[in-house]
């Protein structure tokens, strides 16, 4: 029965982890639905009802102890102002890539993040990579040359979200708060500005929450408000699978995002795939095949040394006793 309680643990957490990264890949179906609004617009009313929808969880759950200790520390919520901005920019980026038909191109955002991620973690923590985590940053980068020449430009779209969620991630380990402190805390920073602009649209008159008219109505602003449960759902769910699950499991389930982003894009979309893109994704692709192999391979040779390091305690332990107990 013991042994069997943390497998059933770990199963509830991978299905935690899935539904997570699958709400998150499924994200371009949603944003579509909130036109004519804008993309600023969108991005405003999802900050202004993600911090409605976070402080609601949050009062439900009577988890508000960690906030007292964060406000004593201004380092620390400088950062947080960071974190804030960071997360704004990425939002936004993606919220106008889906809704101007670049699909594809956000989804290679997430697929080469962890290549970016590897990238500041060299350059700016001055962390050893082994030679398959070098050998996996230099395809990436010659795939960003392909899909650079396929596009016939740089592809902005998915190098500003990689570069954004890698700087993001960045600041939260700093942080160090939770997924939903950290949600609540950024969009603390973000409720003002947000605030401001869906009210100067409402009285300007560009607005489109509450607005009844063409194309508008209570379920378009329903919509708008849903947005802020849609961002603080999935982030529940993570939290719960990274509790349950080894981190290798969740590095592998975070690549359902961007293949789902991917074949919508395909599918539902119908976004062109010239032979230079598919190019360029098939080395992406081979560059975190080649990732995941070596931390699965890493995380088994850190395993069996930890085995082996406790059998020799163990093996050691009567000796002590008897040279202890002699002496």
């Not at 943390?6 to 709400?23: I, K, N, V």
């Not at 998150?24 to 600023?40: H, I, K, N, R, V």
């Not at 396929?150 to 700093?174: D, E, H, M, N, Q």
């Amino acid at each position: 029965m013991q042994q069997q309680e943390p497998e059933a643990g770990q199963r509830t957490g991978f299905w935690f982890g899935f539904a997570s990264y699958a709400m998150w890949g499924l994200f371009p179906l949603y944003w579509p639905l909130l036109e004519p609004s804008d993309s600023l617009e969108i991005l405003a009313n999802r900050m202004l009802w993600s911090l409605v929808a976070v402080a609601g969880i949050l009062l439900a759950t009577r988890h508000r102890g960690w906030v007292r200790p964060l406000l004593r520390q201004p380092a620390r919520l400088a950062m947080c102002a960071g974190a804030a901005a960071v997360v704004s920019l990425n939002w936004g980026v993606y919220i106008w890539g889906v809704n101007s038909g670049h699909v594809v191109e956000t989804s290679l955002g997430y697929f080469i993040n962890p290549l970016v991620t590897i990238a500041f973690g060299v350059l700016l923590l001055h962390e050893r990579l082994r030679p398959a985590q070098w050998t996996a940053v230099g395809v990436g980068a010659a795939a960003v040359v392909v899909l650079a020449l396929g596009y016939g430009r740089l592809p902005w779209i998915a190098l500003s979200l990689a570069l954004s969620f890698a700087v993001y991630g960045l600041l939260k380990k700093k942080i160090g708060l939770s997924g939903l402190e950290s949600l609540a805390t950024e969009t603390a920073f973000q409720f003002l500005p947000a605030l401001g602009y869906v009210l100067y649209l409402a009285f300007s008159g560009q607005g489109t929450f509450g607005r009844t008219g063409a194309g508008y109505g209570w379920g378009h602003s329903g919509l708008l408000a849903l947005s802020g449960l849609i961002t603080a759902v999935p982030l529940l769910c993570f939290g719960a699978a990274a509790v349950r699950v080894p981190l290798t499991m969740l590095g592998l389930l975070q690549y359902l995002a961007p293949v789902f982003q991917f074949l919508l894009g395909l599918a539902v979309f119908h976004e062109e795939m010239p032979p230079a893109r598919w190019a360029g994704f098939s080395l992406v692709w081979a560059a975190l095949a080649l990732l995941t192999w070596d931390a699965v391979r890493q995380t088994r040779r850190n395993r069996i040394a930890l085995q082996q390091a406790a059998a020799r305690a163990a093996d050691a332990a009567p000796a002590a006793r008897d040279a202890a107990v002699s002496g």
